[in-house]
């Protein structure tokens, strides 16, 4: 059984740019949940993608979207890059579903946004 | 509006101590809490609680919540240097599918 993987594990960007990063859910799992996490806060919820489709968003404005495969990795894609936007982007994979499933976390992109 | 508020913010403390992390949350559709613990990147599991009054226990660490009074309590003792990390604590909701964090607790164990 393998993990979640992330990549790339760093990443510096300057505002106006596009970036994508990626995510590879945990064998088993059909579901991938997207968080960022600024330097000293709890994670915030971006959105989560249930059988390739997007399954509930968080407070983050367009620019910020995302894909599910059919191999359920997903993509976050962030556009316009912004100096806040700066954080540890955290990907989590689960069983989806209506039962609640404990979600397992990648170990993150750093993206510096400058 | 959905939030959960963790104290303290910051703990220091020395080997051997015992300490106890708390957790309160305003969550609509609540439907499980989930402590983590973070060193460095990932967050790993430690403990769901879903029902009111029964403790999760794993070594040194357990667990219990009250879904009356809407908090929950992480107790670590006998802590060693191994223990230093960030604590968080979410509470996954319903309908949203989501995890609402709090900010966590950094604990620091001190030779």
């Known amino acids: 059984e393998t993990g979640v993987t992330q990549s790339p594990t760093h990443l510096i960007k300057t505002r106006g740019q596009q970036v994508t990063l990626r995510c590879s859910s945990q064998?088993?799992?059909?579901?991938v949940s997207w968080y960022q996490q600024a330097l000293g806060q709890g994670p915030q919820f971006i959105f989560q993608?249930?059988?390739?489709?997007?399954?509930g968003r968080g407070n983050f404005p367009p620019r910020f979207s995302g894909l599910q495969f059919p191999n359920y990795s997903s993509e976050l894609n962030v556009n316009a890059l912004e100096l806040d936007d700066s954080a540890l982007y955290l990907c989590?994979?689960?069983?989806?579903?209506?039962?609640?499933?404990?979600?397992?976390f990648g170990p993150g992109t750093r993206l510096t946004v400058l | 509006e959905d939030k959960v508020v963790q104290s303290p913010l910051s703990l220091v403390v020395h080997e051997g101590d015992t300490v106890t992390l708390n957790c309160s949350y305003e969550?609509?559709?609540?439907?499980?809490l989930l402590w983590y613990k973070q060193e460095k990147k990932a967050p790993t599991f430690l403990f769901m609680l879903?029902?009111?009054?029964i403790e999760k226990k794993s070594g040194r660490l357990s667990s219990i919540l009250d879904k009356k009074e809407l908090f929950s309590i992480l107790n670590i003792t006998a802590t060693q240097t191994g223990d230093s990390a960030v604590y968080l604590c979410?509470?996954?909701?319903?309908?949203?599918?989501?995890?609402?964090f709090g900010k966590g607790t950094k604990l620091t164990v001190n030779p």
């Open positions: 989590a994979s689960s069983l989806g579903g209506l039962a609640v499933n404990e979600q397992f």
């Open positions: 064998s088993g799992h059909n579901t």
């Open positions: 993608y249930y059988r390739e489709e997007e399954n």
């Open positions: 969550v609509t559709n609540f439907r499980s």
């Open positions: 879903t029902s009111s009054g």
């Open positions: 979410a509470v996954f909701q319903g309908g949203s599918e989501k995890l609402v």
